[in-house]
């Protein structure tokens, strides 16, 4: 007797009666859409940077700021160690040095920092040294590193040094890495709130964003949004957000300022 011929015989008129057809059918159809979602998503859904939001709405950068926070590691650190820190960083983003860091003393509490201001970037380099309270109440030293970038110029390259300092902050073990990116420019004179309006909403939708809330005024015009093409986010008032545009007029010098960051405008505007 073919055993194995039977029981092939038995399993293929089980799974192949009306019902079961009709249900692998059922099956074979819903896996099919998402498949097909997916590939939509991948394909359909803009992939655009910060920057080419910005430059989509026919804004000429006059600025972009990075701002980047992350611990590395507890305990006192010597500062020969804190300069070393701040060399390796430097050196990764071509910056040259041209003064010993500067340190800064307030009891427990201290601060070495090289600072360079240029024609077309300010850099900040700054290793922080606080004492705080672990999660057991025992007291501790933490330290941290705060980069802050400003670019005025060369600014198709500008989204390069994050990803160079992503890099060199890992290598250097630093941990719980917060980024913050803010672009600005500046328009000749005081701009219409339906011009105001159309900047706004374009670069939320080069975006993929959806508005959060808003306060959309003459005297504090800023909106916030989120965007799931960005990677970091907040969570304000219950709502995630990533996207943060402000815009301000000056009357000192008769122009209107467009603001964008992510997650959110870092500072005073």
Known sequence: MNTSGSIYRQLKKVLFTGKQKTWIYIVGILWIAVIVQIGVNHLLIPK????????????????????????????ILTEEEKNAYIYYIAENIGLTIEQTPSVTMNGEESEVVVEKTGKNADTSVKIVTLKQ??????GNYHNYILIRLKLYDNTESLLSYRKILENTLKELGAENVQTTMQLSSKYKGQLSMDSRNQITDAMIRSLG???????????????????????????????????????????DTDSTIVYLGTPVINGGY
Do not use: P, W
């Open 133 to 138: 309270q672990d999660a057991d109440g025992t």
């Open 48 to 75: 655009v940077s910060l920057l080419e939001a910005f430059v989509g709405t026919n804004t000429n950068v006059s600025s972009y700021e990075l701002e980047m926070y992350a611990s590395c590691g507890k305990g």
């Open 209 to 251: 964003g959806k508005e959060a809330y808003a306060y959309r005024e003459e005297s504090l015009y800023t909106v916030y949004a989120y965007s799931g093409l960005l990677k970091e986010y907040v969570t304000s008032m219950g709502t995630k957000i990533n996207i943060h545009i402000a815009i301000q007029y000056d009357e």
